[in-house]
């Protein structure tokens, strides 16, 4: 059975760091990827950051990129230069997956396993 846990977050001044971590159990070998999301309320989920666990580059969404860094290394998201916009729960994802099919579809899959969220807040 797969699990996806979080940790990390909480609170950050703008312009702050901070260090999410997700820890990724029962799969039997690195086919599968992994991938960052956020959420405010009445907002679509979005996702930010995606990553194949057997190896390569991550992808990230327009408004992280340059400022968010996913590592194999507990799936961990580093976030820099944080704003406001930041804001939200972040949820960390995973789903089976090959990858031709990741880096064809930029990470963009249909993940299945599901973390609890963890909360992030940015302010002055």
């Known amino acids: 059975q797969v699990q996806v846990v979080e940790s990390g977050g909480g609170s950050v001044q703008i312009g702050g760091s901070l260090k999410l971590s997700c820890s990724v159990s029962?799969?039997?070998?690195?086919?599968?990827?992994v991938a960052w999301f956020r959420q405010v309320p009445e907002k679509e989920r979005e996702g930010v950051a995606y990553?194949?666990?057997?190896g390569g580059e991550p992808y990230y969404s327009a408004d992280v990129q340059g400022r968010f860094t996913l590592v194999q290394d507990k799936m961990t998201l580093r976030m820099n230069n944080l704003t406001p916009t930041d804001s939200a729960t972040y949820y960390c994802?995973?789903?089976?997956?090959?990858?031709?099919?990741?880096?064809?579809?930029?990470?963009?899959?249909?993940?299945?396993?599901w973390g609890q969220g963890t909360q992030v807040t940015v302010g002055s």
């Open positions: 994802a995973s789903t089976s997956c090959d990858f031709s099919p990741f880096v064809s579809a930029r990470g963009r899959l249909d993940y299945t396993n």
């Open positions: 029962g799969y039997k070998d690195f086919h599968y990827c």
């Open positions: 990553i194949y666990a057997g």
